[in-house]
């Protein structure tokens, strides 16, 4: 009885695992494609790059930390206003 129990849910779990696995590696194929290809300028693509094969440190952490500020700022900022709307709705 056991046995049988973890078998059915052993094949109910790859069951639904096994279409979410393939979309997810689908995705990633398909996106790079989506996009216009290997040869389209993608930001990761431009700071591995500046790092690895022109060797510009200094260009690359320049890019780097401004796309690492343009993603915390907006953030931060929503933040802010959420934690004020629940001040003033108490």
């Known amino acids: 009885m056991t ?3 973890v ?3 052993l094949a109910a779990l790859l ?3 096994m279409p979410i696995g393939f979309a997810m590696g ?3 194929v398909v996106g790079i494609y989506a996009v216009g290809g290997l ?3 993608m930001i990761g693509r431009t700071l591995y790059d500046e790092f690895f094969v022109n060797r510009d440190w200094p260009l690359a952490s320049a890019v780097a930390i401004m796309l690492l500020v343009l993603l915390v700022v907006p953030i931060v900022v929503l933040q802010k206003n959420q934690a004020r709307d629940e001040e003033q709705a108490a």
């Open 3 to 5: 046995v049988a129990l």
């Open 7 to 9: 078998l059915l849910l």
């Open 26 to 28: 689908l995705t990633g």
């Open 39 to 41: 040869d389209t300028l």
């Open 15 to 17: 069951l639904l695992g």
